[in-house]
Every structure is written in structure tokens, then in C-alpha cells.
């Protein structure tokens, strides 16, 4: 009786527990476009990744890079596609990046 408290107690907690982890694991940026009705991954090169540190650093994003230079964000963000939209709008955005440069 008692250790079937104990396993309906331990279920739901160790969902919970799952479902944190996989809500704030880190995955790769997928620098994303808004064309014909609907987001696009793109592929950009190296100077985009620079662009976007400062984007992300504007933008207060956590944010790592792992061993082969791929930008890692939670899981989370990168699922919010009109999010990663902007932040690759803005990494691809010459007149912006030139103003935050002047700060």
C-alpha cells in the first residue's frame, strides 16, 4: 500500500523533472526566413555567426558554442520560430549591427 503512494508520487516528479531537461537542453541555431507563408532554414556563413553574437548579446540570449563552432540556444528558443526569424533578420541587418557598433 505504502509503495503504491510512493510510485504515484514518484511518477509525475520524475516527468516533471524530464520535461524541465528537455525544455532547456541546447541545440543547434537554425538560422530561419519568413518566405511564402511560411519559415525556411537558410544557410549563412561565417560572418552571419559573428553578426550574431552581437544580436544575441543585444538580446541578453544564452547561447554556446560547442567544439566544431556551432551556436547551441535552449531548446526552447529555437523551437519559436518567429523568434529565431528575428534574430536572424537582425544578423543579417548591415544598418543595425553599424548602429550597435558605434556603442
Given at each position: ?26 541545440v543547434e ?48 528558443l529555437n ?25
Amino acid at each position: 500500500m505504502v509503495n503504491k503512494k510512493i510510485f504515484w508520487l514518484i511518477i509525475p516528479l520524475v516527468g516533471i523533472i524530464i520535461f524541465i531537461k528537455y525544455k532547456n537542453t541546447y541545440v543547434e541555431f537554425e538560422p530561419t526566413i519568413f518566405r511564402d507563408d511560411s519559415y525556411k532554414r537558410i544557410e549563412v556563413d561565417s560572418l552571419f555567426y559573428k553578426n550574431l553574437k552581437i544580436v544575441f548579446g543585444y538580446n541578453n540570449v544564452l547561447y554556446k558554442i560547442d567544439e566544431q563552432g556551432k551556436f547551441l540556444v535552449k531548446r526552447n528558443l529555437n523551437a519559436d520560430k518567429e523568434l529565431v526569424f528575428n534574430y536572424t533578420k537582425k544578423a543579417l541587418d548591415t544598418t543595425w549591427l553599424n548602429s550597435q557598433k558605434k556603442y
